[in-house]
């Protein structure tokens, strides 16, 4: 079962030099591939349609003034069972309940800078690439 996943590596990656770290965590799954990748700086506009679900919520703001705080990675990564995939390679959204070995639970301590965003099902994979790829959704 391929499948397209949005990923983006949210600006405490980048400003901390994980980027490379991350990416190469993916690129060793083996069959998946990156199919588009681009270093850009989030908008409020586009955060917001990303976010919408948290629109409202104590900790939206904040996390928009993150979001936005310095360049993000986006990319699009495509394989087997890909959308499961990369959220079990991130771990749990807060990286101290994230386990040693995934992303979040190796590299991350505040929830807020848990430095990796994937898409959590193939809707939001939809939706999310609509948002941030349009001309390849
Ligand atoms: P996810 O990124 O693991 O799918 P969501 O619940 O969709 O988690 O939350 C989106 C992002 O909002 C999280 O990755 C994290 O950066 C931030 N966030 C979520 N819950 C909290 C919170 O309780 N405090 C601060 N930031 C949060």
Do not use: C
């Not at 990923?7 to 190469?24: F, N």
């Not at 199919?35 to 939206?60: C, I, N, S, W």
């Not at 079990?88 to 040693?100: E, M, N, V």
């Amino acid at each position: 079962m391929s499948q397209r996943t949005l990923v983006l590596l949210k600006p405490d990656a980048v400003r901390r030099g994980l980027t490379g770290e991350i990416i190469g965590r993916i690129e060793r799954k083996a069959g998946w591939q990156i199919t588009a990748l681009e270093l850009r700086t989030l908008d409020r506009a586009t955060l917001e349609q990303h976010y919408a679900e948290h629109v409202g919520k104590p900790f939206y703001e904040p996390l928009v003034e993150f979001m936005s705080s310095g360049p993000v990675v986006a990319l699009i990564v495509e394989g087997e069972r890909v959308i499961e995939g990369v959220r079990q390679l991130a771990g749990p959204t807060d990286p101290i309940a994230a386990a040693p070995g995934s992303i979040r639970g190796d590299f991350g301590v505040i929830v807020r800078e848990n430095l990796i965003h994937a898409s959590d099902s193939e809707e939001s994979a939809e939706r999310e690439l609509k948002i941030f790829f349009p001309s390849r959704a």
